[in-house]
């Protein structure tokens, strides 16, 4: 589904590459989660894949393919048709991308819209009732509000509900969960594993928090400086790091009573 060859991606023409040397392949249905470092390029890979890197970033070598489509060459058109349907992304700081001047309704609506011929009741409804799968339990309110007389923590929640309204074949998740607190951390990632379950989503999931990766992922990936440390299956990473750099981040999980919990 997902195959990038040997990707390097550089912020400006004569800086050193954010990651380089990047081999990926996913199938359809997958899960890979990344971790790693601030500052590893874990961003940057997933906003190379989803065709939106910032500022002056580029992908300066190397390629990515989803199915049959090389990413490269797709018009500005054919980028509109993926994004959103096929390809969607759960941004690192989601609550941040919401227009601050448009409640949450309108902008939903539109987003709806844009990618489905509906009626904007319609679009409406199904906003509201993605929004009560990711817990927000007053969604018609939050509809109703600007993004700013939301929390951190309910818009990020908006910004999931978005990136999952179609049924993605591949969702990339840019640490989704951080701002949450654990209750709703594990009922965001129960919804992202029915996704799975349901619709053979794919999803690359970065995160800081090894035990979520564990939980969720049938591979891992540990990310260092722009690089691929480590990847595996998560009993591979476990049992046997090819790394120092994974072995010593395996060291820093806390233990209880002797007993490690990843
Ligand atoms: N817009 C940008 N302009 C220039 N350099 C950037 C930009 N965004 C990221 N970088 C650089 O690319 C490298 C990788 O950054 P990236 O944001 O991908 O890291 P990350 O692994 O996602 O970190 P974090 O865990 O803190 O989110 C860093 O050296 C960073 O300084
Ligand atoms: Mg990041």
Redesign the pocket.
Known sequence: MLSIQNLSVK??KN?VP??QGIHLEMKQGEIVSIV??????????L?AIMGC?????YVAGGNIRFGDQSLADLSPEEWRNLRGTELSMIF?DSGAMLNPVRRIGSQYVEYICMHQRQEKKKAWKQATEMLEKMHLTDADRVMRSYPFQLSGGMRQRVGIAMAMTFQPRLLLA??PTSSLDVTTQSQIVAQMLELREKYGTGILL?T?NLGTAVCMADRIIV?HD?HFADAGTREEILNGPVSDYTRKLLESVPAMGGERFV
Do not use: C, F, I, N
Not at 53 to 57: A, F, R, T, V
């Open positions: 912020y400006g800086a954010a990651v790693g470092e601030s500052g590893s390029g874990k961003t940057t890979l906003r890197l910032p500022g002056s970033g690192q840019d640490e970065v800081h990310m722009g």
